[in-house]
């Protein structure tokens, strides 16, 4: 479903945790990180999409997430020719999207990459709400610094004095569990996630995209 400029209508979501960290997903089989997103269906409102993609990429449901804002307008960005099959050449453009800023109200163990039998992630982490643009691909770039700045101001603020008396427990924590010892040891990931601790040690010359998918719809 395109528009009569040739943009496909979307959806990217900006997910966050009690920190305001952000979920940064690495897409599968690549080296590439990025948030959510997806195409909306015919039928569709933005946020019925939201929420299906939120499922089918991440595995969560509309009960683990408050929506805190979304984008006021369409952010747009066009996919080079090289990522797009040659019968779509001419009329399919690029991605026009809203984004949503949401806040998980669930755990970490309810998200699932393996929610569907198409995943798009293999691997999560947290990470700092301003991510690193150069680990995305290029041409997303620009839609993504604008989707972070719009919704920065509408961040949750942050509780200190909770925050201070978590620290304390976690140091009084790691008294009772040196590293590797106890209880941070057996810590299990989600089903079907895995963190990598560097996602900026990946090397720079890998391709953006596996080779089947050469139109980059998402």
């Known amino acids: 479903m395109l528009d009569r400029d040739g943009f496909r209508p979307n959806v990217g ?93 669930g755990h970490d163990w309810d998200l699932n990459l393996r929610a569907t039998d198409h995943p798009e992630f293999d691997a999560w982490r947290w990470h700092d709400y301003w991510v690193p643009l150069d680990v995305v691909v290029e041409f997303k770039r620009g839609v993504y610094e604008m989707a972070l700045t719009e919704l920065a101001r509408y961040l949750p603020r942050q509780d200190f004095r909770n925050r201070f008396l978590r620290s304390n427990v976690r140091a009084r924590e790691f008294e009772r569990y040196p590293s590797g010892s106890g209880s941070e040891s057996n810590f299990e990931l989600p089903p079907g996630a895995s963190f990598d601790p560097d996602p900026n040690g990946t090397p720079a010359n890998d391709p953006p995209f596996p080779p089947d998918s050469v139109l980059a719809p998402r």
């Open 13 to 105: 979501i900006i997910l966050l945790n009690q920190r305001n960290q952000v979920f940064w997903g690495k897409r599968i089989r690549t080296h590439s990180w990025q948030f959510p997103q997806g195409g909306i269906d015919r039928g569709e409102s933005p946020e019925q999409a939201m929420f299906r993609e939120l499922h089918e990429e991440v595995g969560l449901h509309p009960e683990h997430v408050r929506i805190v804002a979304r984008t006021r307008d369409w952010l747009r960005y066009e996919v080079p020719d090289r990522f797009i099959r040659r019968d779509a050449r001419g009329h399919y453009k690029g991605q026009k999207q809203i984004w949503y800023l949401l806040q998980l109200v």
